[in-house]
């Protein structure tokens, strides 16, 4: 126990949290239900607990007190006294140390043992029971951190939203076996910063990484038992600090300096959080910080019944954003990694949860949604919704407010099932090619709102998606049932790995296939890390625990094939960023440009012929084709108003087997240019093709015409 004396004043309520001004430190904790809340010092190596004092004051429902002897570097920990008393949902039990929700840095790992329950497991009466044994041996310990920092001349890219291409990506997994990164940075944010993961970024063209979840995080016991961890790190347990395991000796100014290089590069940084739930997980879950600070605050619980939970994620629980302080730490987490981390925007896991009123139902006026729409520094940078989640009427694509951007799952499962040679998908991939106005268009929203993408981390790689039938996750220990069974894939011949050049053939082209809609649609596309050099996961679609060579990008086994799709990704990104028609600020909707005699899009059939999709067979069918107008009118315009005319393109994307297809008028041009062709990606020559002429489009392809003017 205590080996030294504190000075103990009374402090401040705010800022929660452990608070370092220059000569001593703040401790503040908020907690409605409790009676008395303790503070725990550790030594440097967190193991043995140096000093113990009550929070001397109890101030707007938080306990507070400041500490001048502290300095930066002190581990500390919480023990909260209140009822147990679980029918009633309070969960208090000061054998249990825990973590600060504020805390802005963690040391140490978790270990599991028993003694994280709050309950004696194992006991006839379950949670209702009450353990005594402490986990302080077993848990990492909050950090006070000096959050100094030379920025300098840093500042956001603030690449414009239809200018965006997103780069999904994961700290550990991309530089583990990456040649270029010293050993001793590899799967950490300095790792990212190296210079030769940027110079790869850059020449990639994309504009923005998105980083799979950096805030500290639980590897569930489940996995712990089967040698496996979770690797993608969907099991938040402290909202404001970065991962220990991604950290190196710099501390918190690796990940400012990752920051730096990245934006020095023109990239900007997107975060994957969660705050939807925690690795507390249900009734029945361990007592790690929330659950014991005040569990009646902090979490859903079933009305009539507070001793559960409600649980729209499948994780266990939800965090109760309609509790004021659960939803200020959301907010002030937001912006203490903008404004103190220097990051650019945020993708919201299940964000539907978030979103969740009194009731339960998702509400567009949600407290969440309202506190972000006016914030002014979180209302300014990229908000991105995974608009659904597991409860009643999570499905919620297209329906989050105006200022936010979504993941586009339509996109992703129209997009697989035309290449894979479905039919009755061609008005829906119409939809979808254009910017999803039908689910986007409303209130001022533009085609930006549509986060397209065929891969995610969760499912299966692009190299994946066309070389297997179905999933093969035996790997994760579940009897290959995790995973969606959904995929729209087609292993084109052979299952999984082959030898047969022809197989492999078909795999590649589709491969080119699915990146040339992607890259070309309008909306904000998605990239995977390694599925521009055809990385595989061995068909695995639910990779969240392999943490190791199945999951890290193997950049030096990238092959022949591996080139040539990331030379094809280069040049479809220029191609992309070279034409504004390729990601317009506005939707397109068949009509005549004001001021033109053309119209924004036309689509065709075979023949050339103006496609009327009321016929009779309109959405059957393998193929579909377009003329996308390069004439300004009214909607390509610079910030100014000046007009940005640019070329007109013919489309044609053939599922099928090969079709001829005749080339519409050129309005006096010589003629249509082939720019790009998935059957013939290496032309020896320029193909310049007069008008009324027919072109054929060989199976399983995509075409690229341009206008050439006279």
């Known amino acids: 126990m205590p080996t030294r004396t504190y000075r103990l004043w009374p402090g401040e309520p705010y800022p929660l949290g452990a608070t370092w001004d220059g000569k001593g430190v703040n401790f503040a904790l908020f907690?409605?239900?409790?009676?008395?809340?303790?503070?725990?010092?550790?030594?440097?190596?967190?193991?043995?607990?140096?000093?113990?004092?009550?929070?001397?004051?109890?101030?707007?429902?938080?306990?507070?007190?400041?500490?001048?002897?502290?300095?930066?570097g002190q581990l500390y920990g919480f023990r909260v006294y209140g009822p147990y008393d679980p029918a009633q949902g309070h969960r208090f039990n000061p054998h249990k140390l825990l973590a600060d929700p504020y805390a802005r840095a963690f040391r140490g790992r978790f270990?599991?043992?028993?003694?994280?329950?709050?309950?004696?497991?194992?006991?006839?009466?379950?949670?209702?029971?009450?353990?005594?044994?402490?986990?302080a041996a077993y848990v990492p310990k909050g950090q006070v951190v000096d959050a100094a920092f030379t920025w300098g001349q840093d500042a956001p890219p603030r690449t414009p939203w239809h200018q965006t291409v997103i780069y999904e990506m994961h700290v550990r997994g991309y530089t583990m076996l990456h040649p270029g990164v010293p050993s001793e940075h590899r799967g950490t944010f300095a790792g990212l910063a190296s210079p030769d993961v940027i110079r790869h970024l850059v020449d990639l063209g994309v504009t923005a990484v998105e980083l799979l979840p950096v805030q500290t995080f639980v590897d569930e016991q489940l996995l712990v038992e089967r040698g496996l961890r979770n690797y993608w790190g969907y099991n938040s347990i402290g909202f404001f600090a970065p991962e220990p395991r991604y950290m190196t000796a710099a501390g918190l100014g690796g990940f400012k300096t990752m920051v730096q290089h990245l934006h020095d590069a023109g990239l900007e940084v997107i975060l994957d959080v969660v705050y939807n739930h925690t690795a507390e997980g249900n009734r029945m879950g361990p007592t790690f910080s929330f659950r014991g600070i005040d569990n009646r605050s902090y979490y859903r619980l079933a009305e009539g019944d507070p001793r559960r939970y409600h649980d729209y994620t499948g994780c266990g629980n939800a965090l109760n954003l309609d509790h004021p302080r659960v939803l200020q730490l959301v907010m002030d987490s937001l912006?203490?990694?903008?404004?103190?981390?220097?990051?650019?925007?945020?993708?919201?896991?299940?964000?539907?949860?978030?979103?969740?009123?009194?009731?339960g139902a998702f509400d567009t006026h949600s407290g969440f949604l309202d506190a972000l729409g006016q914030d002014p520094v979180l209302s300014e940078i990229k908000l991105i919704a995974e608009s659904w989640d597991v409860g009643e009427g999570g499905y919620q694509v297209g329906n989050f407010p105006p200022g936010w951007a979504e993941w586009n799952d339509r996109y992703r499962d129209t997009v697989r099932r035309f290449w894979k040679g479905e039919r009755g998908v061609l008005g829906d991939l119409a939809s979808r090619l254009t910017g999803s106005s039908d689910l986007f268009e409303k209130k001022g929203r533009r085609p930006w709102a549509s986060i397209n993408f065929v891969t995610a981390h969760d499912g299966f790689t692009l190299k994946d998606l066309v070389s297997y039938d179905g999933k093969h996750n035996e790997a994760n220990g579940e009897g290959n049932r995790d995973g969606t069974d959904a995929n729209y894939s087609a292993n084109h011949g052979a299952e999984g790995s082959t030898e047969d050049p022809e197989v492999n053939a078909v795999r590649a082209r589709q491969m080119r296939n699915l990146l040339a809609t992607l890259l070309l649609s309008e909306g904000v596309p998605m990239l995977v890390a390694g599925d521009?050099?055809?990385?595989?996961?061995?068909?695995?679609?639910?990779?969240?625990?392999?943490?190791?060579?199945?999951?890290?990008?193997?950049?030096?086994?990238?092959?022949?094939?591996?080139?040539?799709?990331?030379?094809?990704?280069?040049?479809?990104?220029?191609?992309?960023?070279?034409?504004?028609?390729?990601?317009?600020?506005?939707?397109?909707?068949?009509?005549?440009?004001?001021?033109?005699?053309?119209?924004?899009?036309?689509?065709?059939?075979?023949?050339?012929?103006?496609?009327?999709?009321?016929?009779?067979?309109?959405?059957?069918?393998?193929?579909?084709?377009?003329?996308?107008?390069?004439?300004?009118?009214e909607y390509h315009l610079t910030s100014r108003g000046e007009a940005q005319p640019d070329d007109t393109f013919l489309v044609i994307m053939n599922a099928g087997e090969a079709i001829t297809h005749t080339l519409p008028p050129a309005d006096g041009g010589p003629g249509w240019e082939v720019i790009l062709d998935t059957a013939d990606p290496n032309p020896e020559a320029e193909r310049v093709l007069e008008p009324g002429v027919t072109l054929e489009a060989g199976a399983h392809s995509f075409v690229l015409l341009v206008r050439r003017e006279a």
């Open 31 to 72: 907690s409605e239900n409790a009676e008395k809340v303790e503070l725990c010092l550790f030594d440097l190596a967190g193991e043995r607990e140096i000093h113990r004092v009550a929070l001397p004051e109890y101030t707007n429902e938080v306990w507070h007190g400041y500490l001048p002897d502290v300095r930066p």
């Open 111 to 135: 270990v599991w043992n028993p003694a994280h329950f709050g309950y004696k497991v194992g006991d006839p009466e379950e949670d209702l029971s009450f353990d005594t044994r402490d986990n």
């Open 335 to 359: 912006r203490y990694w903008v404004q103190e981390m220097h990051v650019d925007g945020f993708r919201f896991d299940l964000a539907t949860t978030l979103a969740r009123g009194r009731d």
């Open 532 to 633: 521009e050099i055809a990385r595989s996961q061995n068909g695995n679609n639910n990779a969240y625990c392999q943490d190791n060579a199945l999951s890290w990008i193997p950049w030096e086994a990238v092959g022949e094939e591996g080139e040539a799709l990331r030379d094809f990704v280069q040049k479809l990104v220029r191609l992309r960023e070279d034409h504004i028609v390729f990601h317009r600020g506005r939707f397109f909707h068949g009509k005549r440009i004001p001021g033109t005699r053309v119209k924004d899009i036309v689509w065709l059939e075979p023949d050339g012929k103006e496609k009327d999709w009321n016929a009779p067979g309109a959405h059957e069918g393998t193929s579909l084709s377009c003329l996308v107008s390069g004439e300004a009118g």
